[in-house]
């Protein structure tokens, strides 16, 4: 919100089209009704990009990986196109998922780097507050501004909690990436899962660039269940180690169904065409024992398909 108040009624915002729900409705049902003009584009086909650049464009947003189906955008051609066309665009990246320990979009041409700092920057599920970063004073100043004009300032005491998660950040990033190579793999040998999208597995389609722009992955992983809706219903209300909620990034697993949780304010037809169905589960891989995770999902899979054998 803060860093929209930059722009003025008129002006033009890219969003990569496969964003977080809150981003999505906030930019489709707050934004748009201020006078702002949203643009979503599909942001990992960096023509379509160039193509969606206007003379009153001002703004381009991107979140990589995204969420919940874990795209990933390259983050320095986005750059490099969108300043090509106009030096004064501004490049904004959710860098969220990644976090700062695995992923610089500041160094790799972004303008702004933005946190949901609830997430793994703090990693102990026990703050809301968001953080940006960026290398330019003039966006630092006005941002500076806008916070205290409008008051999206946080506690001393969210800060400090904050600050103590960062203290353990690469601690914990290491063993959320090792614990979720681990159960995408289990997921991806599993006959009762039709497709695993993890950009730390060679068979993800962006694996190449993710292992260009970044040190590693989260524990992110988003999974399509066979079946339907009632499978992917049997699967999560079964789970024992799993937390259903719709945070991530924290010390704990967490699960939860996009299509009727996070992103149930996307357009319906929208959902289809993103690939967000009624049999997509998203994961948070906590850091707990990763045989204890693997046999919690190893369970509820079967109580969601108990004629398949493992």
Not at 13 to 41: H, K, Q, W
Not at 193 to 222: A, N, W
Not at 250 to 259: I, K, N, R, V
Not at 282 to 303: M, P, Y
Request: a negative charge; glycine letters at 6%.
């Amino acid at each position: 919100m803060t860093i929209a108040h930059m722009l003025k009624c008129g002006d033009n915002i890219i969003c990569m089209n496969d964003v977080y729900g809150g981003t999505n409705r906030y930019f489709r049902r707050v934004a748009s009704e201020m006078g702002l003009e949203v643009s979503f584009v599909d942001c990992t086909k960096l023509d379509c990009l160039k193509a969606a650049i206007k003379p009153n464009t001002k703004l381009v947003w991107v979140e990589t990986p995204t969420n919940p189906t874990m795209k990933v955008i390259d983050i320095k051609g986005c750059a490099d196109v969108v300043h090509a066309h106009n030096k004064d665009i501004i490049v904004v990246v959710d860098n969220t998922f990644m976090s700062a320990y695995f992923q610089r979009p500041l160094a790799l041409g972004a303008d702004i780097c933005m946190y949901s700092a609830t997430k793994y920057m703090n990693g102990h599920s026990d703050v809301v507050m968001g953080l940006v970063s960026m290398n330019r004073d003039d966006l630092y100043e006005r941002l500076k501004f806008l916070q205290n004009a409008i008051g999206a300032v946080p506690s001393p005491f969210d800060c400090y909690l904050c600050n103590r998660g960062l203290k353990t950040l690469h601690l914990r990033m290491k063993q959320h990436f090792i614990n979720a190579v681990a159960v995408a793999k289990f997921l991806e040998a599993d006959p009762r899962v039709d497709k695993v999208v993890f950009p730390g597995l060679p068979s993800h389609p962006q694996y190449e660039l993710m292992k260009r722009q970044c040190t590693g992955c989260p524990g992110m992983i988003t999974f399509y269940i066979k079946g339907d809706l009632t499978n992917a219903t049997a699967f999560l209300r079964n789970l024992k180690l799993f937390a259903l909620a719709e945070s991530l990034g924290g010390y704990e697993s967490l699960a939860e169904h996009p299509a009727i949780m996070t992103h149930a304010s996307v357009p319906e037809e929208e959902r289809e065409v993103l690939g967000i169905s009624d049999t997509l589960i998203r994961l948070s891989i906590g850091i707990e024992d990763v045989e204890d995770i693997i046999v919690d999902l190893d369970q509820a899979l079967k109580a969601a398909h108990p004629q398949i054998k493992n």
